[in-house]
């Protein structure tokens, strides 16, 4: 088995079904889907040949937001009031959170991931080149942006402005392209317009991403209002933070005219459902309004501290329920929607691809079991996958043409479970002594 | 491997984790509980030991709202109005549908429902003898009610009485303690104050459950209002309809008199998140007002063409978020409440034990992961249960003491797939031809 994962060349998927025919995948060296077809293996001379009988191929998953180290804190306080679970709970843990705890819970984060059918996420957290080493080491495409958080002090935006410049740096250093650096703006709440406009003039100067929380909460909009006189969309948008390499997550409270807005500036719109319904926001993304103004729209987990995992084959069905409950509408989102949500919107937030499958893409690929009892009867492959089966009905998952998973199987995922597990419970005894 | 699923005696579970406490779970010949702790194992000559190393025992999970069969239509269609998708979709079919269709979504079902870790469901549909032998064969427990129907006709009425008659005189002639009888007036906009008089009556006579649809859309109750002059609860209840063994699924639309009236009569409310979010009923279940009142709320997910799948790990997940979402509340429904629901609240409403691991209640458990990684970390194993994982962390399940599936093996499930698969498609073509 371990040939499969320590191999690099070219790649055979041998008798897949792919949109209800059966074909042959291959990809060449360089990771590149060569040739689709009943013929395509003649394409190349396969180095690695997989077996794809009983396998549906469909594209490797996006995550476009999310903090894969809280992982870590997957469970730790649950049910509470928002605040009183971040002061409570959350930051005393993260005070005492370290760079090898970034580590482990970005390995674990990227396990979970895998094994759900993710291959490219988008991160927004601490220690992020601790975390990029992780996700490389696993594998996976990532952006990493530093959470910029200045709370409208100078002294604090000139030392966020250093950390971001650092980041940016190391990851371009790597000189990885499955590994990039974005910019971080928390929110309007915890960045000063100053410290948005920096961002966004970095971002541009550096031709790299920018990563945002936007509108999660109504008294988000209420305070912008009453301070800024405007809403959160018009205020980034004045600072220049909207921009077609602009990931906004949650805009669950975005009106009629910041949808527009979004669509006007080519900005992707990152939904996260779970997160939204478990903390109780009060309202839906109006992914409607955000799809008629031409907006990106993609899918995202947000955090396992309020999810409390990272399978996105469970956050399309989230997605797909939540929009039709939240707007009562029962067409609204249907599931090939939702699929392209998770797959080439995502893409194409994070630049890694079309996110289809289809000659000279990436060969970002998952074979899910086409036999496993949520696939039976399969008289709609998007409808089984968004609304019957989750992520434990993916079987093989490849990366730029290299086989991340196979048969369920992942390199090291018992010392990754097991050394998440103790940097847990260390981190919690480090806060509880400090107590 | 095929001993442990063939073998009738006694149980031993050792090192299995309890309550956060390792011990042993002792089952005697009966499949009863017979002792729990660290010295169980001597209470008891096993004929059959299972290691419970690396694993959590919780009890068995309980669906008390499905139509099981209806697997065979999973994804056929979704994503329609309600009356579209029933008559354009969902009753073409069904006209269609045999004995033999039953029974086969039936085992689908049971086998579904198995491997996610439900022990004990409470079915309405048609062909119900033979879906009574599929859960018999898979050694499940289900309570089983045909679908009274009579839409004000007398002449209908009158042969649902004979066939409501007929199936609980064939449950009973089965003697079979794992599978009962109830009976299904379907809902107060498709019986008639009559119908559901009988069904009650009838009910009391043969001491059995009532399993009814109750206030899962707006028009229900605003119908009822015009009709009859009073909200559905409270011509159920003149009717008679509600008893401490009657299941009223969905519950969306009651209002606070009607939840202290379910109160009252003890009656379960059954919740189905997933099936009224996709449906858009645009309304959860009241669950706060129903708890305050002392109804047992239970889960159960409606049949698979209206959620997608059986999977009542997900199912707790969509209850404890869109409580939360849709009240507004963060701290609704927390994870522990979820639990209860699935298990004891389930057990109490179909009469099979507490639905917790105690000594004297029947050995009805089910066996998860603990080192899955949606179980790490492991902070408090009832969010992880409810937040984290879904059916695929259940690797073994016991039924009275007999083991339906261990290491996630369940036997016969080729066969079970691949003739549900094939029904399915028979049962597609034959309606495709009359058409």
Redesign the interface.
Known sequence: MNEIFNARGSVLIANVTLDGSIVDIAIDETGTIAAIGKDARTAIDADIVIDGSDRLAVPGLVNTHTHAAM??L???A?????QD?LSQKIWPLEAHLTGDDVYAGTK?AC??MI?SGTVAFNDMYFFMDRAAAAADEMGMRATFAYGFIDLGMEEKREAEIKATEALVAHIKSLANPRIKAAVGPHAIYTVSPEGLSWCAEYAKEQDIGIHVHLSETEKEVTDCVAQFGKRPAYLLDECGCLTPKTVAAHCCWLDEAECRLLGQRGVTASHNP?S???????R?MPYHWLKEAGANVALGTDG?SS???L?LM?EM??A???Q???W?????L??GEAVSMATAAGARALGTGPGTLTVGAPADIVLLDA?A??N?????PE??AV??????TVMTVLCQGRVLMHEREVPG??EI?RE??AA??SL?DRAQEAQ
């Open positions: 992982c870590l997957r469970g730790y649950d049910d509470m009031i928002l679970w674990l396990l979970e094994k779970a939204n319904m478990k903390l109780a926001v009060n839906a396992c999810n409390n995992n399978d469970e069905k989230f797909a329920l939540l039709k409950f939240a009562n509408s029962p067409t609204l249907p599931a036999r009892v949520c039976t009867p399969l008289f709609h409808s089984n609304y019957a089966c989750n992520g434990s995922e018992e479970v998440a597990a847990a419970q919690v």
